[in-house]
């Protein structure tokens, strides 16, 4: 998938070298599906650039805050995978809490507080004897994996081969992260204002 913001990293690219580059000047509008950021780019040398992002399709927003440089992702820990990997277990654990513990520390290191630890790790089934424990992004799954057998725990991760899941879900979403704010869209649209 290209780079739909590569005009606004080329820009951004030059105006470092040339001794600094920032944004400033964001504005978010939220319009359900479609949304839209507007900003302002400069760079030492006193050259400025106004810029446009239009979001379709939006399945997922936080705005938070209009600070930082807009970057947009093809692949990120925020986009959920489809038919991603899962943890499997097949005995009970010895010390729930703890292993609930440290699947939290590590969940919280990779993803912030962007995403609930609940969303792909089912906290029910530590007292259960055998089950799915986690499915998600593999990232996040293989650091549960790590923890979980560092613990003793008789953990197994497993994912389907991609040709079985069927078309990359990377293909129809990406992310525009800006700080701690972010879109999910089916596509971003970039245009120079000025």
């Not at 790790?121 to 549960?144: C, N, Q, T, W």
Request: aromatic share 10%; net charge negative; with cysteine.
């Amino acid at each position: 998938m290209n780079d739909p913001l590569a005009e606004l990293n080329e820009w951004l690219a030059k105006a470092i070298d040339n001794g600094g580059a920032g944004t400033e000047h964001l504005e978010f509008v939220d319009r359900g599906e479609e949304c839209q950021l507007t900003f302002e780019s400069w760079d030492n040398k006193g050259g400025r650039a106004s810029w446009m992002i239009e979001a379709h399709e939006c399945t997922d927003v936080r705005w938070v805050g209009e600070e930082g440089d807009p970057k947009w992702y093809g692949e990120h820990i925020l986009l959920p995978p489809i038919g991603g990997p899962w943890i499997s277990f097949s005995s009970p654990f010895d010390n729930p809490d703890l292993a609930l513990g440290k699947v939290a520390r590590v969940h919280r290191e990779l993803a912030g507080s962007w995403i609930p630890l609940s969303r792909y790790f089912r906290v029910e089934m530590l007292d259960e004897r055998f089950g799915e424990l986690a499915r998600g992004p593999k990232e996040l799954i293989s650091a549960y994996e790590r923890v979980l057998l560092e613990l003793g725990c008789d953990v197994a991760m497993a994912a389907y081969p991609e040709e079985k899941v069927g078309l990359d879900r990377r293909v129809s979403e990406s992310l525009l992260l800006c700080d701690e704010s972010y879109i999910i869209a089916r596509s971003f649209e970039l245009t120079r204002l000025s």
